[in-house]
């Protein structure tokens, strides 16, 4: 017999053996919701007349209790439910209990009918019946998960990959192998606005995890939804307001053991000047040493605090049922931080090698005290049975306090280990950085015309939104120092500021600001009126105004002591002059600022969209197509004029998205899909800009031609859902892309630019496999993702020159190189096994998240790319139920500290043998090492109160 049937049988034998006798008979069976036919997982059930005797159903809702009695009842109670009492009578026979649930008025969710997503079943029934694909995350699984945020959890999901932060949390989702500007993040359905300065896409680690209703992945667009994805779209759904009254309270902390074989070091974010001189005095306003505040570079050193996380939510349904109440909040103080080896790299132009050479050797460590804010308040008011009224509100608020120490060892110039002779610089950043993001919506839902017989809705339904979104981006007075030092043996080692770059202070903020009006109506036909086939026509339009500001401004600053004899006053010594960086005496060398920056720019989006798109069901199968029209007009406005360079433009462009959906469901429990959608993804707002940034090698600059991408997205799925909260998926996808953006070198007669650009056309195709499997008390959650893309795009190549006698030896050209798309991973995979004593009160989880070796940054030469190594990360959590609604729960995160390593595939074995020779770390997969970052474990451990 296999492992999961002995499994299966665990409960039934133990119950027979502590029987003790053989007359003892065995009542078993399942218990479910009457309404959803879910599986419900902790149902008490007892023998009537022996209250004592009883059980608790597990994770697929099965129980068993031994009895000695041949008849009897059994009752069952479950939080929510009503209970109920069930006659037994034939020994050993099985029964299916079903457990109506105490009234209740849900919301309509807007993507998939009125299921509801909040459970296992209910997220495993929202797969199912929706109509294109999709995955989701539920309350219950993020709960006894050990993420705390929204970038956390996406990660779980197949198909997605996550770019991570400097402290090793995920930040952005990669779906599907597609770069983060390739999808966009909604809120309970909603765009949200992004606070990138130049950019669309939305951080997720700004949203705690616990304020979450679900989390919804949908990888194939229908007409209603926005059409600018292609990758997928990650929706994140905030608590709503329960059946009954609710209140639950968590208190927690924790430790990153990170810190406990280091120091965390600190700043007083509190002198952060909040605006710079320019705002502060004007235009011509001439800056002095005296504007800026030195005790913020005052550096803090000493053991990290504990963390500290705490979250309420409540709920109720007032009026008799007709208004309904949540709110939650969460608040989230951690610390966190990396260790981090970082080689600089350049390639070699002396000849024709374009081999990669190791510049310096960057010692990093960072400190983060993460301080995260969210706040969610939602009403829905039922004017008529058929007319409900919803206004949701939310608050993110994320702010980041960061530290990072650098040490550089120049690799080239005076370095020779052998000798003890190298050069140093140091560079300390005190940076303090917060996110935040408000949102409300008013919501009216409606239905009219004479409603069907048996309580069935009105046929005609009408949606609107009013919506207002902003979000904020502020880094004010962020602020580096650079001091220096030369190593020689038999020399006396002293450290001095440098003379041409002591320090700079830079003010960036920005803010995107939406205000947008959806309007969307259905008309349902009956089934009886069309022959047994049911339909339903709709169509909505959208209408979005976007504004953007951006401001940036830095001062620069030189070491001068007035105090010092002239000629040595730029000459400031550690421990001589100075001790500590608040000591160190500056001048302002750029007192005016850099206001000229390009960065100093407004844009505006305004997008105009409608779509029509008709469902139609005929027995088995299911039909969903559709057309959206979406008409953009993005346009800039430089605040400083710069020459050469237009001060104002815009790009205006309209786009049909066709959208095709087919399902065949052969039996309730299993689909199998096909789909076809187009889709595009814009510029980002920055990118169409006319800039010009000059660099050491090469200017960066924008491109007011960038073309928007078009991508035609096919998808095939299998789908089976053995039992409701169990499912097997098998699907393929496949996406070609045409003018995708990415960032490339061009040679344009004597200069060299680094610019976005569109290059030709890309594929990108893959493997999705999903599987839940539930037990007694265990179960099994597995995902794998396989994908591959390919893109050509230009290069820079160092060649000989042919000419012998020319005095350039070597020549710099354009060459093309197919590779895979950026932040492509080729695969991905998760393991979660679970475990659920539902009668002993112990919940338990195991994952295990992989992904394998993705381009993680595009080079400007052939063939020097860099990769980021694979990447494993385990996590764990547990909680144990106490009595009167009290838990006890610990989760820990990256318990195998697994490093995350960036390397290059090509090599300089010369260069490399120097290195090695100084007992430094180059090599990597036979390839180059560039960076290897260590962010430690961290552990949490707290309390739940529910009631």
């Avoid at 439910?81 to 105490?102: C, H, M, S």
């Avoid at 994805?229 to 609710?246: E, I, T, W, Y």
């Avoid at 160190?584 to 029509?612: C, W």
């Avoid at 710069?642 to 998205?657: E, K, M, R, T, W």
């Amino acid at each position: 017999m296999k492992p999961v049937f002995l499994l299966y049988f665990i409960p039934a034998a133990a119950a027979l053996l502590s029987a003790g006798a053989s007359r003892a008979a065995l009542v078993k069976g399942v218990v479910k919701d009457a309404e959803t036919d879910e599986e419900l997982v902790g149902v008490t059930v007892a023998l009537k007349d022996e209250p004592a005797r009883g059980a608790v159903s597990g994770l697929n809702g099965s129980f068993a209790i031994s009895t000695a009695a041949s008849s009897g009842a059994l009752v069952c109670r479950y939080l929510g439910y009503t209970p109920k009492e069930v006659a037994f009578g034939k020994p050993d026979a099985a029964l299916t209990i079903r457990l109506e649930p105490v009234q209740r008025m849900m919301d309509e969710v807007v993507v998939y009918g009125s299921a509801v997503g909040n459970t296992e079943a209910g997220a495993r029934n929202a797969e199912r019946i929706s109509a294109g694909v999709m995955n989701v995350v539920s309350a219950k699984a993020i709960e006894l998960s050990p993420d705390v945020t929204a970038a956390n959890v996406v990660q779980r999901v197949s198909g997605v990959t996550v770019e991570r932060s400097s402290s090793g949390d995920g930040q952005y989702a990669i779906l599907r192998g597609m770069d983060k500007r390739y999808s966009y993040t909604l809120v309970n359905g909603v765009k949200a606005p992004s606070p990138d300065n130049k950019h669309r896409f939305v951080p997720l680690d700004i949203f705690p995890s616990e304020l979450l209703d679900r989390l919804e992945v949908t990888k194939s667009l229908t007409a209603d939804m926005e059409g600018d994805a292609v990758g997928g779209v990650v929706n994140l759904v905030m608590k709503d307001a329960p059946a009954q009254r609710s209140l639950q309270i968590n208190l927690s902390t924790g430790y990153n053991a990170l810190f406990l074989a280091r120091s965390f070091y600190s700043f007083d974010a509190g002198a952060a000047a909040k605006a710079s001189p320019y705002e502060v005095y004007g235009e011509g306003y001439s800056a002095k040493a005296r504007d800026f505040s030195s005790s913020l570079v005052r550096l803090g050193a000493g053991s990290a605090p504990p963390t500290l996380l705490g979250g309420f939510s409540y709920g109720d349904r007032l009026l008799g049922g007709r208004l309904g109440l949540m709110l939650a909040g969460s608040y989230q103080r951690t610390y966190r931080g990396s260790n981090s080896v970082y080689f600089g790299s350049s390639t070699a132009t002396s000849d024709a090698s374009n081999l990669p050479v190791l510049t310096d050797k960057n010692d990093r460590t960072y400190s983060e005290q993460h301080t995260r804010y969210g706040l969610h308040a939602k009403l829905d008011y039922r004017l008529a049975p058929q007319h409900k009224l919803m206004w949701y509100n939310a608050y993110m608020d994320f702010g980041e306090a960061q530290v990072r120490d650098n040490r550089k060892t120049d690799l080239s110039v005076g370095y020779n280990p052998s000798q003890g002779d190298y050069n140093l610089t140091y560079d300390t950043r005190f940076r303090l950085n917060r996110q935040r993001m408000v949102s409300s919506m008013l919501k009216g839902v409606h239905r009219f015309g004479a409603e069907a017989g048996g309580g069935n809705l009105a046929p005609l339904r009408i949606e609107w939104s009013a919506v207002y979104s902003k979000a904020f981006n502020e880094t004010p007075d962020n602020t580096s120092m650079y001091t220096q030092s030369t190593v020689r043996s038999g020399m006396e080692n002293l450290t001095s500021v440098v003379t041409l770059g002591g320090a700079d202070r830079r003010w960036e903020r920005n803010a995107d600001e939406d205000m947008a009006g959806y309007l969307n109506l259905a008309y349902t036909f009956a089934a009886e009126a069309q022959g047994g086939m049911e339909a339903e026509l709709s169509a909505g339009a959208l209408y979005r105004d976007k504004q953007r500001t951006n401001f940036f401004n830095q001062y620069d600053f030189r070491p001068y002591d007035e105090g010092k004899p002239e000629g040595d006053r730029s000459n400031l010594i550690k421990g001589v002059d100075w001790s500590d960086y608040s000591e160190i005496k500056l001048m302002v060398f750029t007192p005016h600022g850099a206001v000229g920056n390009p960065l100093n720019y407004d844009a505006s989006e305004r997008i105009t969209a409608g779509y029509g798109q008709a469902k139609v069901t005929v027995g088995k199968f299911r039909l969903t197509t559709g057309l959206r029209v979406e008409a953009t007009n993005q346009g800039y406005n430089l605040k400083y004029a710069i020459a050469g360079v237009p001060n104002v433009g815009s790009q205006v462009y309209a786009d049909y998205l066709p959208d095709v959906h087919l399902k065949y469901s052969p039996t309730a429990s299993s689909n199998l899909r096909a789909s076809y959608y187009k889709s595009i993804n814009r510029p980002g707002f920055f990118e169409i800009v006319p800039y010009r940034i000059l660099d050491e090698d090469f200017t960066e600059a924008g491109n007011p031609d960038l073309k928007h991408t078009v991508a035609h997205n096919v998808d095939v799925r299998y789908e089976r859902f053995p039992r409701p909260s169990e499912q097997l998926m098998v699907g393929l996808f496949y996406k070609r892309i045409e003018n995708p953006i990415e960032y490339g070198m061009l040679v344009q007669g004597q200069g060299i630019f680094y610019t976005p650009t569109n290059f030709g056309n890309a594929t990108n195709f893959g493997l999705e496999v999903d599987v839940a499997k539930y037990f007694y008390r265990f179960g099994v959650k597995a995902s794998y993702t396989f994908t591959q893309s390919q893109i050509t795009t230009t290069k820079l190549l160092s060649y000989d020159n042919p000419d012998p006698a020319a005095t350039d030896k070597i020549l710099v050209k354009n060459v093309e190189q197919t590779r895979p798309l950026n932040g492509q991973a080729r695969h991905a995979a998760n393991l979660t096994l679970l475990y659920k004593g539902a009668q002993s009160g112990w919940d338990a989880q195991l994952a295990l998240s992989y992904t394998s070796d993705r381009l993680y940054a595009v080079s400007r030469y052939l063939d020097n790319d860099i990769w980021q190594g694979g990447y494993l990360q385990l996590d764990a959590a547990a909680e144990k139920k106490l009595k009167a609604g009290i838990s006890l729960f610990a989760k820990a995160a990256n318990l195998l500290n697994a490093p995350m390593t960036l390397y290059l595939k090509k090599r300089n074995v010369a260069n490399e043998e120097m290195l090695h020779a100084a007992s430094l770390l180059p090599s990597y997969r036979g390839g180059t090492t560039v960076r290897r970052d260590r962010y430690g474990q961290s552990l949490q451990i707290g309390a739940r109160y529910r009631f």
